[in-house]
């Protein structure tokens, strides 16, 4: 690789391998992190997140493959002598200081000036939203506040990678919401590269230039978060990113892209090829359907233009504000549907046991061919 081109990368993961005894927790993993960019690795627990961030931390060696970080492989080399920092999921901020000392640790540790580490210890935390905090003890600290000092405390340093090992994990739901718009405006301020390793997709989804979807040691997919969540290549990315109707099935006759296909349960349904297998006729199918790509209707007017048709009941209302659902059953089948409710105000009235149409189209009811590994997702 010439310097030029790696220049570009601030991190590169090639082929990496890590086994423990005959366990592979991660297998031949490669991508790369633009300069400047946000990059998340989403997956569920246990699929090998933090090892591969501690590979790239320099906590442990990859069994094989290479990484390198501006260009230069970091085999061998020791976690601090490596251009990066870590924030961990259970953060450890020394209780017995300050923030503002917090803040400078590694700044002291480095040798840095008085008048240095002071300005740059303001600038942080003023960065961070918490100019006046520096005098606090962390116990007089939030929860979200604590995890901004700790981010604060590795950024100081001026890595050029922080990664970050769930970082929100231990804040509750709100804060957690309120914390993902604010890490991404950090990000884009400072320009450091973040890799940010979460099992929560909203976070991947609302933070990142670039997700990598990990399942069991390997990436499934790699893209922005629109290409993960309309072009799902695999089913367990399409089971994992997002919310779906998602049913088993067996593909009746294959034409081009196009699939005509029974579920279990004996809806008939037109659908689209995705993903990389090659669906054969009589092949067994995992199909998806977004809530929000179903059409609702009470009077069943216009529908005739939807490749797939349904008139049910509806069995329950989720209300949740612009993120409210019905669960319609199908009366012919008893199957059972989620159907993202438009925000007209045209069914806030709607209640149980009231009958709709639904209507979508094939090329939003995608269909991998059947491997098992979604049911994981
Ligand atoms: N030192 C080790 N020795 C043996 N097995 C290990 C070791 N570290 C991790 N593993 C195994 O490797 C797999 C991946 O672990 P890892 O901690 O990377 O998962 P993770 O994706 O970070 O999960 P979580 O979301 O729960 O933090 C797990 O099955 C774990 O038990
Ligand atoms: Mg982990």
Known sequence: MN?????????????????????????????????????SILGPSGCGKTTLMRMIAGFLEPTSGDLRIKGRSMLGVPPNRRPVNMVFQHLALFPMMSVAENVAYGLRRRGAGRAEIEEKVAAMLARVGLPDAGEKRIDQLSGGQKQRI????????????????????????KLREQMKVELKQLQADVGTTFVYITHDQSEALV???????MNAGRFEQVGNPQALYYRPETAFVAGFVGDSNRWIGAA??????????ATDDGLVLYGTAAGRG??????????FVRPESIAISRSGKDMESWHNRVQGK?????????????VVI????GFE?????????????????????????????????????????
Request: aromatic share 6%; hydrophobic share 50%; net charge negative.
């Open 330 to 333: 199908d009366d012919k089948t």
């Open 150 to 173: 700790a981010i604060a405390r590795c950024l100081v340093l001026e890595p050029d990678l922080l990664l970050l090992d769930e970082p929100l994990g231990a804040l509750d739901l």
């Open 3 to 39: 310097a030029d081109a790696s220049a570009a990368f601030d991190l590169e993961v090639e082929s990496v391998v890590k086994k423990f005894a005959a366990f592979t927790a991660v297998d031949e993993v490669s991508f790369t992190v633009p300069k400047g960019s946000f990059f």
């Open 207 to 213: 933070m990142s230039d670039q997700v990598a979807v």
């Open 337 to 377: 549907l989620i159907v993202a409710l438009p925000q007209t105000g045209e069914f806030a009235d709607l209640q149980r046991g009231e009958t709709v149409h639904l209507g979508w189209s094939a090329e939003q009811t995608l269909c991998f061919v059947h491997d098992g590994a979604a049911e994981a997702a």
């Open 252 to 261: 009746v006759a294959v034409d081009g892209r196009g699939i005509k296909l």
């Open 314 to 326: 509806v069995k329950n209302l989720l209300f949740n504000g612009a993120n409210s659902r019905a």
């Open 278 to 287: 090659q669906v054969q006729s009589g092949g067994s199918l995992d199909v």
